[in-house]
């Protein structure tokens, strides 16, 4: 009886485990050194077009995914970059390129490669292998170890990377993670990182204090020659990260006003939305893709102030290949998540409980709703998780019951 409860126990924990399955990747040199060591969990979520619709398709990467040796790379000679390549599925990659300078290493590319021919993953493509690729906000010091628990969303051309749960060094010196690390802007919010080495500047977090809330939602829309062509609600929040005089870098999160001033832009294929507050202000870029019958939040830049103690007046970043907010004309884009949208390595924005639709909006108010990823993961989680324990339950119930009948087979009547 207490083995069989033992392992309904063990098949308890491994149902729930699966939930946040990470794989380990290690890139060796030829010498037998290691290079990149790589611990995360990753989702892809892929827009595809079949011969009559567009369809969306969530791919997490599964436990046998493997490091492909003929793509990875720890650098020879002269080449300074170190590459990653993963590979699962048929014909499905992901491939991670990192630089480094005299005292940082970074991801400056990461490629997706998928086959659309799988049809066991993408029912009904068409079309075969693909490719989408952006940049990242993957960056530590060198000799500390990487470190982003929380989501790290990376928008690209039909394609939105969904990576959690990470670990990961490049250029490594003794064929395992560093002592010290560098956490990422995700993170920070909650957690002060430790010092690094001597030689590489302190990374500490000014942020909000737990006080702090949500930011409030804003309203706004936009009109042209034709009507409205935005409707937008949503909360947003700026993170930004900058050099001190003292030669430290610090970051800073402050939620943007309710009532911003605000104007914007309506033309055929590009719809903008520009809010400013006092020194801040943002510009958001949703365009139209025809062939796809979709709308999508293509750039966003800012531009803002900075603090006495920095090196610098101010920060103007700008990013012009996102692929967020993406939704059918005609509907509107929800997601009561909040989602991080990158602008470079010292800048982005979290948008919190958003609504939008841009270009076709019917009777100057939102259509119907499509539901973002990210709400129906977190959803999905507690269905899992519920349907894990229930099953659990089940096995222990089961084992009690066996357990129970034959210690009464041992007993006859009198």
């Known amino acids: 009886m207490a083995a069989r409860y033992n392992r309904g126990l063990l098949l308890g924990a491994v149902l729930l485990g699966f939930l946040k399955a990470s794989s380990t990747f290690e890139v060796i040199d030829d010498s037998g050194k290691t290079c990149i060591l ?3 969990s990753v989702q892809f979520i892929v827009e595809y077009s079949t011969s009559t619709k567009s369809e969306t398709q969530t791919i997490s990467l599964p436990p046998d995914a493997h490091v492909l040796k003929n793509e990875s790379s720890c650098g020879k000679g002269k080449e300074v970059s170190q590459i990653l390549a993963v590979g699962f599925g048929h014909g499905h990659s992901i491939l991670l390129t990192f630089e480094k300078t005299s005292s940082s290493y970074a991801v400056s590319t990461l490629k997706f ?9 993408f029912p009904n493509a068409t079309g075969g292998e693909k490719e989408a690729s952006n940049a990242t ?6 000799n500390t170890r990487y470190r982003c628990l929380n989501k790290n969303t990376i928008s690209m051309a039909n394609v939105t990377v969904l990576f959690s749960n990470v670990t990961l060094e490049a250029y490594l010196t003794r064929n395992t993670f560093s002592g010290n690390e560098t956490i990422c802007f995700e993170d920070r919010a909650t957690t002060v990182p430790p010092a690094t080495t001597s030689h590489i500047p302190t990374t500490t977090s000014l942020a909000p204090s737990p006080s702090t809330k949500d930011p409030d939602v804003g309203h706004y829309n936009v009109s042209g020659s034709h009507g409205i062509c935005l409707l937008a609600s949503m909360g947003l929040q700026v993170n930004i990260t900058y050099s001190t005089k003292n030669e430290t870098i610090n970051s800073q999160v402050f939620n943007f006003p309710q009532n911003p001033s605000y104007s914007g832009s309506c033309d055929n294929n590009t719809v903008t ?5 006092g020194s801040t202000s943002l510009r958001f870029q949703f365009v139209q893709n025809a062939s796809t019958d979709k709308y999508f939040l293509q750039g966003l ?9 920095a090196k610098g007046n101010k920060i103007s970043a700008g990013n012009n290949s996102l692929s967020a907010l993406k939704a059918t004309i005609g509907k509107s884009y929800r997601c009561v998540a909040e989602e991080n949208v ?11 409980n958003v609504q939008v639709q ?5 009777g100057d108010k939102f259509g119907s709703v499509e539901e973002c990823q990210l709400d129906e993961n977190n959803m999905l989680i507690p269905i899992i998780v519920g349907a894990a324990l229930a099953g659990l339950v ?7 019951l066996i357990g129970r009948k034959r210690s009464h087979a041992g007993y006859q009547t009198i």
């Open 394 to 400: 089940l096995i222990v119930l089961i084992a009690y």
């Open 358 to 362: 841009a270009f076709k909006i019917p």
């Open 273 to 277: 939305l520009n809010l400013i507050s």
């Open 113 to 121: 490669s998928y086959n659309l021919s799988d049809t066991s993953v």
């Open 137 to 142: 906000d993957i960056k530590a010091a060198l």
């Open 301 to 309: 830049s800012m531009n803002t102030s900075l603090p006495s103690e």
């Open 38 to 40: 790589a611990n995360f």
């Open 342 to 352: 990158w602008i470079s390595e010292n800048a982005s924005v979290n948008i919190f």
